[in-house]
């Protein structure tokens, strides 16, 4: 991403709403593990369980060999996961807290700043709705909550509400938190399933679904994959979105969230027109399932693609370059077309 004083594609306006709470939401634990656990669960393996661990361990002082992971000085070693550890419903309630803190925050600003008034919707404001997209329908699912509070600052929910089969739940009528809540999930799938609602997703969201259901999650990557989504397919349809506001909804676990605006510039087709994204996803290479799992669990020792790619090339294993990293580079390096 290139970021410009007069960019082609895109201006980032003014405010940035911004949420933050500590949360064990999609974290990958650090695992604490004894030397001894270590040695005996190698003794076990090795079908040698009649030896004393204890007594095994204590021969490692005359153990000289370089870089040995039982001579390190701390008793307990640590394993960093990679993996995750996550409870899906968690996830999306954290999700849908912080981006609704984060669009109060931005309102705020922006009605302090006179940028907004109190009665401007995002609905009529914003043509594009990019958010981060762990998988390719979460924006339309998590939005729904958003969607009402929107329509009541519009004045317009009471005529929605009258229309749904499932009316809007008033917490103080349930004698308990999960009676409400099981209620109130089936209040928003009602809304979601509604004709206004429908209408949202298919002129602001779905272009954004379209290319995260080709490629997944990508972290950090994937609000950038829903931009990039939308304005080529926009693009390929000749929309005009000159001058128009985009509004993004980012996330990220542990949690936070931003919400901020961008304005489209008069020359964003032409940068567009250099994504060629589905070009790329179409010639991908593809695996088979036990390549990709050996590549999951680190057990591949070349590259899958028979290409020019930046790639880790080693890790230092002595001196003071213990641990460091090297990588190769691609001796062509072309630019990304996004200002």
Do not use: C
Request: hydrophobic share 40%; proline share 3%; aromatic share 10%.
């Amino acid at each position: 991403m290139l970021v410009k004083a007069e960019p082609r594609l895109l201006v980032l306006d003014a405010p940035v709403g911004v949420a933050t709470q500590s949360e064990h939401d999609f974290y990958k634990p650090i695992r604490a593990f004894s030397k001894q656990q270590l040695v005996e669960e190698a003794l076990h393996l090795a079908g040698l369980d009649h030896l004393d661990s204890a007594q095994v361990l204590s021969n490692k002082n005359g153990y000289t060999a370089t870089n040995s992971i039982l001579q390190q000085t701390d008793e307990v070693l640590y394993l960093h996961k990679e993996t995750p550890i996550f409870d899906g419903p968690f996830s999306n309630t954290t999700y849908q807290h912080r981006i609704r803190e984060a669009l109060q925050h931005f309102r705020a600003q922006g009605m302090t700043k006179e940028i907004l008034d109190a009665q401007e919707t995002i609905l009529e404001r914003w043509s594009r709705f990019i958010f981060h997209l762990p998988y390719a329908f979460h924006g339309k699912r998590i939005f729904t909550e958003l969607f009402v509070q929107e329509k009541k600052l519009a004045g317009t929910w009471e005529t929605l509400n009258e229309q749904l089969e499932v009316k809007a739940p008033n917490r103080s009528d349930f004698g308990s938190e999960a009676a409400f809540e099981k209620v109130y999930n089936q209040f928003l799938k009602a809304v979601s399933q509604s004709a206004e609602y429908r209408a949202l997703v298919k002129t602001k969201m779905e272009k954004a679904q379209r290319v995260s259901g080709e490629v997944g999650n990508m972290y950090t990557g994937s609000i950038f994959l829903a931009l990039m989504g939308t304005l080529e397919a926009d693009f390929q349809e000749n929309t005009q979105l000159e001058a128009q506001k985009i509004g993004f909804f980012s996330y990220g676990s542990g949690s936070k969230s931003k919400v901020f605006e961008a304005t489209v510039q008069p020359n964003w087709k032409e940068v567009v027109a250099g994504f060629h994204l589905h070009e790329k996803l179409a010639n991908r290479t593809a695996l088979d399932y036990v390549t990709y799992e050996k590549l999951h669990r680190k057990q591949l020792k070349d590259s899958v693609l028979d290409s020019n790619n930046f790639a880790l090339a080693a890790v230092g294993t002595e001196g003071n370059t213990l641990g460091a990293r090297y990588y190769t580079a691609p001796t062509i390096v072309s630019e990304v077309a996004i200002d």
